[in-house]
Structure formats: C-alpha cells, structure tokens
C-alpha cells in the first residue's frame, strides 16, 4: 500500500552558504531519519558551480564557518570516493558537490527526493537599523537574485515577481515561502502578508532562529498566522499556510547537542504518489500540515456540513489535546501601531497591534479524535494537537510542546 503522508524537510543549510556540512551529509542523515524528501536553501545560491573548492581552516569559526581538516576526514570516510580534495602548494581544499550531483547520489524514486531551493535573503535598512528578509524559493531552475526595495513590503513583492518569471518557464510547479518572520527582531509584520496576499506560505515554526529576541507586546507566531488569515479571509483574499522546519545548519553531534537542529520541525504532505511536481503540487493547495512531534492519522474536511475533524496517530504514554481555532467576521479590524523601545540587543520597533477577536480557541477536546463545524459567523478554522512532551525547540515564539497543525479551512 502506498504512503499517503511524506514527510519532507523545506529548510536547510550547507558549506554552500552558512551550514555546517557537505550536502552529502546532510542528505544522508535526513535519508536516515525516515523523511521522503528534503530541499537544500542555501543563502543566496542554488549550488550549481562545479568548481566550488573551500580552502581548509583550523577551526570551523567564525561564521560562516569553515571546513576543518577533521571535518573533511570524517565526510571522506563516510562516503568514500565522493568528496574531493586538493593540495595547492601549502593550502589544501575541498570541493562542495553541486546540487545536482547530490540529487544523483541520494535520489530514490517513490522513497526518496533531494529537491533544489533558495532561501533569498535581503537585508533592508529601517528604524532602528536593519530589516532581514528571508524567502525560500523551493523547486527553482538556478539561483535567484535578491531584490532589494524601500521597504520590507516592497522587497517581498518584487522578489515574488522574480521568482513568478523565472519559474514560470519551467514545467514543474515551483513554491515560495516567507521564512521566521520574527527573525530576528520582529522584521516582518503580518502587515507584510496581508498587503502581499500572493505569499502562500510562511514558517509557523522554525528551529535555527537562537537570535530572535523575544518581546512580551508582540505576536506570537501562531497569532500572525491568524492575524494573517482574518484580514486576507475578509478581503476574498487567498489564506496563507503554515510550515514547519529545521533551518538545519550542523549535521555533526557537537558535545551532547545535534545543533540546529535535524528532525525537530517538519511538514508532513499528502502526497500518495511522491514526485517533485506531486509533492509541490499538493502543499500549494494546503494538503499538508506543520509538526514538531506530533503525528496526525488523518485530517478530514467535509465541505457539504463544514466539519473539519482531526486523528491523531498516538505514541504510547503521551495524551493530546485538540484546539480548533478562528476568527469571527465581524472581527475588530482596528490597527494600531505602537513604538517598542530598544531593550538589551534588541533595537527599537514600531509594530501593529491587533484585537484579542483575532484568533479565539472555538473548541478543545482531550483526546486523540475531535471535530469542529464551522460556524456561519466564522471565517476560516485550524487546529492545533498538543501533546503532553516537551518541544525539542525550546526557543522563543515557538511551542513549548510537541505540536501539529493544520491548514485553515473554510
């Protein structure tokens, strides 16, 4: 019988930009930890240069990071015969495998997928210093440039127009996402999305982001998704969905810690027969839901009476509960922008502020089975599985326990 859930991995780093480790390592330990596919985004380049040869350095820091000659030995042993190295007089370097030669060496038809991305990243000057823009361009032909604009607004317009061009010439189906919009203090609004409605998808959760500076006044990430979601959903505007992922960096146990962090947050797709078109495909519609360490049996939505109901697949000794979530209609849609003093490392900000109609939990059922009809006065409904075990997270804006969710209906 054929899976009807993928579990697949849209964030993650290598030596191409700032991540610690060869593609081949990463690839292999994410083919190791049971996922069905997993896209490689690194900053700013696709990874296509065949000719990419980093000079060894005694120690990995600082960032970027460096490749060590006990890194280099390790990978060597590993996957004998695939990474290559040099002597050039007294230097001694090792060549990065391109994207594609990755895909050749780890892709397994049905089982699974290395599939290439970006995550193209702005930095934009504002109040208080610098703005960070991050977006993951997932299933792209070549690397894409970073188009900066005025403003965060603007910039997350024009490099979604870019990438609708470039794409829009090849004959898979491409996926753009907003990443950690809280990183790294605050730099994106759900302001940003609301007025840039194209933007589908964005992180819910994300674990590589240990800078964001948490502030008590401001949204949660949950929170800006159904921000979001009230204002674009009363507009006849698309809604926007939710993701989960690593940001992994390090693919090497350092001390008693796996650092940024492999199989701590992820997307499962429903996606029964797994092809790169299948699998985009399907989270462009919102078949698929975010996790960090919870699985769901089944998600079902019922157009005729409106109900959606959620399954939980349970793991001996742990217990659940089910939040179904949403918004009224006649919400408070009143803005109001408020100035956030600086406070330690974090810089000054001037961030909107939203009505507590935003977001209400509807229902909550412990258990491992609930549903929920949507109501006429409604305008959209999601659910949230919590567990009763401890997130492997733990950072600020994220879940403080294993959680799923899933996409808003309505």
């Not at 330990?29 to 490689?40: I, R």
């Not at 210093?129 to 965060?152: F, M, R, S």
């Not at 006429?376 to 949230?384: K, Q």
């Amino acid at each position: 019988m054929s899976k009807i859930w993928r579990k697949g991995q849209l964030h993650t780093h290598t030596y191409w930009s700032d991540g610690i480790g060869f593609p081949e390592e990463m690839a292999s330990l994410y083919k190791e930890s049971g996922y069905d596919f997993v896209f490689v985004t690194d900053h700013n380049v696709l990874g296509d240069d065949p000719n990419m040869w980093l000079q060894l350095q005694a120690s990995e820091e600082p960032w970027p990071y460096n490749v060590t000659p006990q890194a280099l030995e390790k990978a060597q042993k590993k996957f004998p015969g695939l990474i290559e190295s040099k002597k050039v007089h007294l230097r001694r370097f090792a060549r990065i495998a391109t994207y594609q030669e990755t895909k050749e060496r780890f892709n397994v038809p049905g089982e699974f997928l290395y599939l290439p991305g970006q995550e193209v990243c702005l930095e934009i000057p504002g109040l208080g210093g610098i703005y960070k823009v991050h977006l993951n361009a997932l299933n792209i032909p070549h690397t894409l440039p970073a188009i900066a604009k005025d403003d965060v607004r603007s910039t997350i317009a024009a490099n979604y127009e870019h990438f609708l061009e470039v794409t829009a010439k090849q004959e898979e189906p491409a996926m753009y996402m907003l990443c950690h919009p809280y990183y790294r203090y605050y730099d994106n609004t759900p302001q940003d999305l609301i007025e840039n409605p194209q933007i589908r998808h964005f992180e819910v959760c994300n674990d590589g982001q240990k800078l964001a500076k948490p502030c008590p006044e401001c949204f949660t990430n949950e929170r800006f998704w159904d921000i979001v979601n009230a204002f674009r959903l009363s507009r006849n505007q698309p809604c926007l969905y939710g993701a989960a992922s690593d940001d992994a960096h390090i693919y090497a146990h350092r001390g008693d810690q796996l650092g940024c962090v492999v199989n701590d947050a992820w997307v499962m797709v429903r996606c029964p027969e797994m092809s790169a078109t299948n699998l985009i495909n399907a989270m462009n519609q919102g078949d698929y839901y975010a996790s960090c360490g919870v699985t769901l049996k089944e998600i079902e939505f019922d157009r005729d009476s409106r109900t959606l109901k959620v399954e939980v697949e349970p793991e001996a000794g742990v217990d659940y509960k089910i939040r179904f979530i949403s918004t009224a209609k006649d919400f408070n849609q009143e803005v109001q922008w408020v100035y956030i003093p600086p406070e330690g490392a974090r810089p000054p900000r001037v961030l909107p502020q939203y009505s507590n109609d935003i977001g209400k939990v509807v229902l909550e059922i412990h258990g491992n089975v609930a549903e929920c009809k949507i109501q006429d006065d409604w305008l959209y409904l999601r659910a949230e599985v919590i567990s009763n075990r401890s997130a492997r997270l733990c950072l600020p804006n994220h879940a403080i326990w294993e959680t799923a969710w899933t996409q808003p209906v309505f």
